[in-house]
């Protein structure tokens, strides 16, 4: 199957540091590479992946050196793959919305999997209108603001099984892994540690629109002896960093439409502790990968038998329920009952080379 892969550029794929979505499409893309797939992946050019790379802009556009315009190069992106759309059997999005009026006229099949919230206002008009573009979700609890979209499955997210290993020998402290944000919540994680009386590592970065918010209700809370702030980390330290802890806090104010650090814990033996919010009651199995919990009250009493969970049992979910090769033979099955509802696609024809600000496509790029 000639698949593309459209992510979004706001870092590399993989990422070098945060980044959920574009962690996911190095995940997926690889697993369909090794399933015998002819992947195309459209994404900045300091990505690593052994499918065809296109590249649209130089690197990812968060750690770029330079100021630019996320807009402008997913528009040019997008044109692109519209333009080499008859070399594929399928178009796999990742850019939110952009593309859904090209995709609406476009003859190879598409579909986006949406990673975002889904309960803002705006998206129901827009999805009434494209209500016919085909949507994957990655929990049934993210698509319940728009329940009649064109939902064509859900499809959990997944690791690469031998990213991270179990590990059952560990200090007696909590991580906290993602981002500092009002939604997810980091000051209940140190409240809980606190209760606890343990150490608490966060591993997280700090968005410039977050800035604010972390400087007046968050640095305060990090002199502390029993916190250590070590500030965003990447893919390679995370084995080490989730699976040398106790538990990871997971105490989240919002609807989470997946939450990838879970099953990143999970993958390493290390039990989880999360707000029954969003995806958590799908993705979590409550008593047996950890606790779910509604208040702080049942936080703490967790986070002090959290000891008794079974960090092998932890794995063997992971490995049943999480890989990427499980994820990407899903997107496979989405992808061909797409191509056999649509009409039989065009011979593939050759296309003149095409080159965006200079970036110039390359193929079988190795890690």
């Known amino acids: 199957m000639r698949i593309a892969q459209v992510s979004p550029l706001f870092e590399s794929v993989p990422p070098r540091g945060y980044g959920g979505t574009e962690r996911v499409v190095s995940y997926l893309t690889e697993a369909l590479v090794d399933e015998g797939h002819a992947v195309t992946l459209f994404a900045s050019g300091d990505s690593v992946t052994r499918a065809r790379l296109v590249p649209v802009v130089e690197s990812g556009i968060r750690l770029s050196s330079r100021r630019q315009d996320w807009l402008t190069w997913h528009t040019l992106m997008i044109d692109r793959v519209f333009a080499l759309s008859q070399q594929f059997d399928v178009i796999h999005f990742h850019t939110d919305f952009l593309h859904y009026p090209l995709a609406r006229r476009c003859a190879t099949p598409c579909v986006t999997t949406l990673h975002g919230r889904l309960d803002l206002p705006d998206l129901k008009p827009l999805h009434h209108h494209f209500a016919d573009h085909p949507l994957v979700s990655i929990s049934d609890s993210q698509r319940l603001p728009l329940p009649a979209a064109n939902w064509q499955a859900t499809v959990p997210h997944g690791l690469p099984s031998h990213l991270y290993r179990l590990q059952e020998e560990v200090p007696d402290c909590f991580v ?53 702030f ?47 919010c969003g995806s958590v009651g799908e993705v979590m199995q409550d008593g047996v990968t950890g606790y779910i919990v509604g208040n702080m009250h049942e936080a703490v009493a967790a986070a002090e038998r959290v000891g008794g969970i079974d960090r092998r049992r932890c794995r063997e979910v992971f490995e049943q329920r999480f890989t990427a090769a499980r994820m990407a033979r899903r997107y496979v099955d989405v992808y061909q009952g797409l191509i056999d509802a649509s009409p039989a696609h065009r011979p593939v024809v050759t296309t003149r080379s095409l080159s965006i600000g200079g970036v110039h496509e390359r193929t079988n790029s190795h890690r």
């Open 176 to 228: 906290f892994v993602g981002r500092i944000s009002p939604e997810k919540r980091v000051d209940r994680a140190i409240e809980i540690a606190l209760a606890c009386q343990k150490r608490l590592r966060i591993g997280a970065k700090v968005d410039p629109a977050d800035e604010a918010y972390f400087e007046r209700e968050i640095r305060p809370l990090l002199d502390h002896p029993l916190i250590d």
């Open 230 to 276: 070590v500030g965003e980390i990447g893919e390679d330290e995370k084995n080490e960093f989730i699976g040398q802890a106790r538990a990871m806090l997971f105490p989240i104010d919002w609807p989470e439409p997946f939450g990838l650090v879970m099953i990143e814990a999970f993958a390493c033996g290390t039990p989880v502790i999360a707000y029954n």
